[in-house]
């Protein structure tokens, strides 16, 4: 799981930090020390769980905790105890006293784990198959056959993503991370947070955007340096 830090105290990120390394499951991606930082962050990576302090300058973590895309899972850590029953109403994972106990963060994190693992199941029971060619995607209680070289882009849209073909779209309820993960990256790429793109239908592009068809799409600032590298490669004169 990709994780993320975000506490205004820099010892209290170091702690969290060295627990976070003991569980090979996790990945920390960054640490933050105010909310605003880690907003700007999770608009373009994905994130799977946030490490979350309550009581910080600016934004603090409980409204932070309202903004965040709804399949990224917190865990509170936080000196206040006080702040535990408003934890509830963000469906917190948990939510921890400092100083943290080793123990406690181990089963709170194990608990985001399973909860997390459930999500991504859900997400691919909507995707029912795929194949070198097509993809079978539930929508309106009904499964389409989709090939794979008729979709243009991808769009995700909160709990929903938008599969765009030519003269046809298909909204299915799922992630755009959970297809992104089922997709051929020969075929697709990630280029923003909220676009997965064909390769193949784009016509031209430039620093900022791809152009497929009638639509210009923008390359997101922190996937523009693999996109580059993947779609230049021994392809440009």
């Known amino acids: 799981m990709k994780c993320i830090i ?25 640490s933050f020390n105010n909310a605003e930082s880690a907003a700007e962050f999770i ?6 769980l946030i490490f979350l302090d309550i ?23 936080t000196a206040y105890s006080q702040y ?62 989709v090939n794979l070289d008729d979709i243009l882009f991808i769009e995700g849209l909160k709990d929903y993503v938008i599969i765009q073909m030519n003269n046809q779209r298909i909204i299915t309820r799922m992630s755009l991370k959970a297809i992104n993960e ?8 990630r280029i923003n947070k909220s676009y997965i793109v064909n390769k193949n239908h784009i016509e031209s592009f430039d620093n900022n955007d791809v152009f497929i068809k009638n639509y210009e799409i923008a390359i997101g600032y922190t996937f523009r340096e ?9 392809k440009s004169l």
């Open 84 to 145: 535990a029953l408003d934890s509830y109403e963000v469906d917190a994972i948990d939510y921890l006293v400092k100083p943290i106990d080793s123990i406690k963060f181990r089963k709170a994190v194990n608990k985001a784990i399973v909860y997390h693992s459930l999500l991504i199941n859900e997400e691919k029971k909507r995707v029912d198959s795929i194949e070198d060619e097509y993809i079978f995607v539930k929508s309106d209680r009904k499964y389409f056959k």
């Open 226 to 234: 693999d996109f580059f590298k993947d779609f230049t490669n021994n």
């Open 6 to 30: 975000v506490d205004d105290e820099p010892i209290a990120r170091e702690g969290i930090r060295l627990l976070v390394d003991e569980i090979p499951q996790l990945e920390l991606l960054k």
């Open 55 to 77: 009581n910080m300058p600016g934004i603090n973590g409980i409204e932070f905790a309202h903004s965040i895309p709804k399949h990224t899972l917190i865990i509170f850590t």
């Open 182 to 189: 089922l997709l051929p990256t020969s075929i697709f790429f």
């Open 43 to 48: 608009k373009d990576i994905t994130v799977d």
